[in-house]
């Protein structure tokens, strides 16, 4: 069965740092795009950044570009977001989501979320 | 950025009635649309994808059709697990983009 378990949310000032891992099981991490989407209180889903099976190729929301970064470690089959900067309106439920091919990046599985509040 | 527009925002109807959801692309996406559904305290979950390929698992009362930049899910014979709210998702260009939802109530 395939599971994403994401970790790492919490509460952070204002201009604070987070990483959020999501440890992938139940299929070939490796041979598939990852990507992160949150959502914030009463919101839709907001894409946040996606990689490719290598790591090497990443994309990002321009909301976030330059203070996020996508990383994984595909021998231990862990996604990551390193979070900079942080700013109030980044405040959300952080998805882990697997793409359904190395190249079609809509997400055929979801973790449950890990929650970011970005609060003084 | 490809802007993806629902409509309607709320669709109010009784189990056993056909709901339609329409998706707009500001530019053509081809086929690369997804539809999916979301329940309260739930993660997002995958109904449709391809503009009309129906996901493992997801019985056949989900249709998806469209393609370039008008795109439609059709969900016949409404029961009450259905009642949750829909997006559509493009995965034609960077940055991937939704739909801001459609609530199906029950009337």
């Known amino acids: 069965e395939v599971q994403l378990l994401d970790s790492g949310g919490r509460l952070v000032q204002p201009g604070g740092s987070l990483r959020l891992s999501c440890s992938a099981s139940?299929?070939?991490?490796?041979?598939?795009?990852m990507g992160w989407v949150r959502q914030a209180p009463g919101k839709g889903p907001e894409w946040v950044s996606s990689l490719s099976v290598s790591g090497r190729d990443t994309y990002y929301a321009d909301s976030v570009k330059g203070r996020f970064s996508i990383s994984r470690d595909n021998s231990n089959n862990t996604l990551f977001l390193e979070m900079k900067n942080l700013r109030v309106d980044d405040t959300a439920l952080y998805y882990c989501?697997?793409?359904?091919?190395?190249?079609?990046?809509?997400?055929?599985?979801w973790g449950q979320g890990t929650p970011v509040t970005v609060s003084s | 950025e490809t802007v993806m527009t629902q409509s309607p925002a709320t669709l109010s109807l009784s189990p056993g009635e056909r709901g339609t959801i329409s998706c707009r692309a500001s530019?053509?996406?081809?086929?690369?649309l997804a539809w999916y559904q979301q329940k309260p305290g739930q993660a997002p979950r995958l109904l449709v994808y391809g503009a009309s390929v129906r996901a493992t698992g997801v019985p056949a009362v989900f249709s998806g059709s469209g393609s370039g930049t008008d795109f439609t899910l059709t969900i016949n014979s409404l029961q009450s697990e259905h009642f949750a709210v829909y997006y559509c998702q493009q995965y034609n260009d960077w940055p991937l983009t939704f739909g801001g939802g459609t609530k199906v109530e029950m009337k």
């Open positions: 139940g299929f070939q991490f490796m041979n598939y795009g």
């Open positions: 989501a697997k793409a359904s091919s190395s190249i079609h990046f809509h997400f055929d599985k």
């Open positions: 530019q053509s996406i081809g086929s690369k």
